[in-house]
């Protein structure tokens, strides 16, 4: 267990629908970090926050939001799903801000699947 | 473009051979490269970290070097064992901002007994 919770672990939905993702981070950790991984890719970028503000954003498309709450837990909100969209969707906890930092903790990802 | 290419894309080997993964960036400026495994369905786990002055790291039978002049890693898995299979992510970290960790597409791993 790393310790960084994700849920749920699986989740099936429809085209055009809304799905959100939870992340707990690690205790102590005011960093989360949400990345996409598809299908023979390697893990993309979506968006960070730290200590409940947005540090930096990568390739996030519109459809998706994010937020992280007092508690430090983070939600991933996607909408108007596409085909496309289907993927492991992980999410990462660290101390501080900074990428250079060693303490970069991944959950074990929710599996989105879009029908 | 800050890129991290990754070689074999998959490799099979006999239980107890050794292997040799290879990581080629162009990431800069850099700060540190890291090795992941990535066991199917789950999420990535910290194997080494190296920053640019560090040419080797050890972490049980895995062993990472960085040649920082040629861009170049290479992760050798010594006398391996069936849990090895995996995917292996090269991940390369620039020297400032939040977002600068770039992934390679990972070598699959398949360790036959």
């Known amino acids: 267990d790393s310790g960084v919770t994700q849920t749920p672990k699986h989740l099936i939905t429809a085209t055009g629908q809304r799905v959100t993702l939870r992340c707990s981070p690690r205790?102590?950790?005011?960093?989360v970090y949400w990345y996409q991984q598809s299908l023979d890719q390697g893990l993309q970028f979506l968006i960070q926050?730290?200590?409940?503000?947005?540090?930096a954003k990568g390739n996030i498309l519109e459809r998706f939001s994010a937020q992280q709450f007092p508690d430090l837990h983070s939600e991933l909100n996607l909408s108007s799903l596409e085909l496309g969209d289907s993927a492991l969707y992980f999410c990462?906890?660290?101390?501080?801000?900074?990428?250079?930092?060693?303490?970069?903790?991944f959950g074990s990802g929710t599996r989105l699947t879009v029908v | 473009k800050n890129q991290v290419e990754q070689s074999p894309q998959s490799l099979i080997i006999l239980e107890g051979k050794n292997c040799t993964l290879q990581?080629?960036?162009?990431?800069?400026?850099?700060?540190?490269l890291r090795w992941y495994k990535q066991d199917t369905g789950r999420g990535p786990v910290s194997l080494t970290i190296?920053?640019?002055?560090?040419n080797t790291k050890s972490n049980g039978r895995y062993t990472a070097t960085l040649d920082a002049d040629t861009k170049q890693s290479s992760l050798h898995i010594t006398a391996s064992q069936l849990s090895d299979s995996a995917s292996y992510i090269c991940?390369?970290?620039?020297?400032?901002?939040?977002?600068?960790?770039?992934f390679g597409k990972g070598t699959h791993l398949i360790i036959q007994p």
């Open positions: 990462a906890s660290s101390v501080s801000g900074g990428t250079g930092n060693y303490g970069y903790t």
């Open positions: 205790s102590g950790d005011l960093s």
């Open positions: 926050y730290y200590n409940g503000e947005e540090r």
């Open positions: 990581c080629n960036y162009t990431v800069s400026p850099f700060s540190n």
């Open positions: 190296m920053t640019f002055s560090e």
């Open positions: 991940v390369v970290s620039l020297l400032r901002g939040a977002d600068g960790l770039t």
